[in-house]
């Protein structure tokens, strides 16, 4: 929260347009894809897990519904669907690796970071698709009520469910006590592994349609589509209260921090600061927001271990 009321008072002295509705409007819109995948980001390293593939598959998806599109006479909401599908299959088959061989799923998605990214690349050619038919390219255009857009709508909605199915439905239990103790969760009689086989589907499903949402709202599709997004996606997560290694975090927590880094983001862009930059400064506040849980536990360990020591009689 502190870090978020910094950024608003800095952003607003930084330029005359910050605080415009319109500007707060965009602000969501243009990260409105970044902050879907990282709604069931939460649910993923809550398990104990972690998806890196997530910006890939976005390209992925978006690279198999242009290329579906281009290539066949399949009516255009078929290659949505076919596109929907190809997220949804690496998110199985990344699922699979990781619950039937007990594979890290650091490992496996890093994998598939580079792997799906290669193939979006392959479908692509390095060449640009375009030609969607306009009702496609007006989903992640579309104005509502005044300058309100659907994928802020969509946003807000999905947020919701997440938080309800989370943190006050059974679904949202299993995924706690997995990521607290995945042994005594077994023990209790949770189907761990079906559980996170589900969550990775689901990961790779959700990025695949912010992929495809994204080519609507770009109107067009290349091979490097959603590149580097799993930073800022990641950070969002642990940011947010979430701890990386599983088991704890919020929904609303994440929401602060989705907050903080959109404005972050727009602050500097506002501030005309380069765009390498900004993503050195998420890279900053990413290890931050893991070593600073990671300081505070030690340092309350080591408190409590000495005070445990000073008690115990010579």
């Known amino acids: 929260m502190a870090i978020l009321v910094v950024t608003i008072i800095v952003n607003a002295s930084l330029s005359p347009f910050y605080l415009g509705v319109n500007n707060f409007v965009n602000l969501f819109w243009l990260s409105n894809e970044k902050i879907i995948v990282a709604i069931i980001m939460t649910y993923v390293i809550i398990s104990g897990e972690i998806d890196l593939s997530v ?21 255009f909401i078929i290659a949505i669907l076919i596109g929907l599908t190809a997220g949804a299959l690496a998110g199985l088959l990344q699922g699979l690796v990781i619950t039937r061989f007990g594979l890290p799923s650091l490992v496996v998605t890093l994998a598939g970071l580079i792997g799906f990214r290669g193939a ?6 390095d060449q ?11 989903l992640g255009q ?8 659907l ?13 309800v199915v989370l943190e006050k439905g059974a679904f949202g239990r299993k995924v706690y006590v ?20 589900r969550l990775f589907i689901t990961s790779g499903l959700v990025a695949g349609f912010a992929g495809v949402f994204f080519a609507a709202r770009l109107g067009s599709v290349r091979g490097s589509l959603a590149e580097f997004f799993e930073l800022d996606i990641i950070t ?5 209260g979430v701890s990386i290694f599983g088991g704890s975090g919020s929904m609303f927590g994440v929401a602060l921090a989705i907050f903080t880094v959109l404005n972050i983001r727009n602050g500097l862009g506002l501030a005309n600061v380069d765009g390498i930059i900004q993503t050195g400064a998420i890279g900053l506040l990413l290890i931050g927001s893991v070593l600073v849980p990671n300081l505070a536990r030690r340092l309350s360990f080591g408190s409590s271990r000495t005070q445990t020591t000073a008690s115990v009689p010579p």
């Open 55 to 75: 910006a890939s598959v976005m390209g992925f998806s978006a690279a198999v519904m242009a290329t579906v599109h281009q290539d066949t006479g399949f009516p």
């Open 120 to 125: 979006a690349r392959v479908l692509m050619e």
């Open 128 to 138: 640009s698709v375009s030609g969607f038919p306009g009702w496609f390219n007006q």
């Open 142 to 149: 579309q104005t509502l009520l005044g300058p309100l857009r």
């Open 151 to 163: 994928a802020l709508i969509i946003f807000f909605v999905g947020l919701v469910i997440a938080w």
């Open 178 to 197: 997995i990521g607290n103790n995945a042994e005594v969760a077994r023990f209790s009689g949770v189907a761990v592994e079906r559980v996170k086989l």
């Open 236 to 240: 969002m997560v642990l940011l947010g």
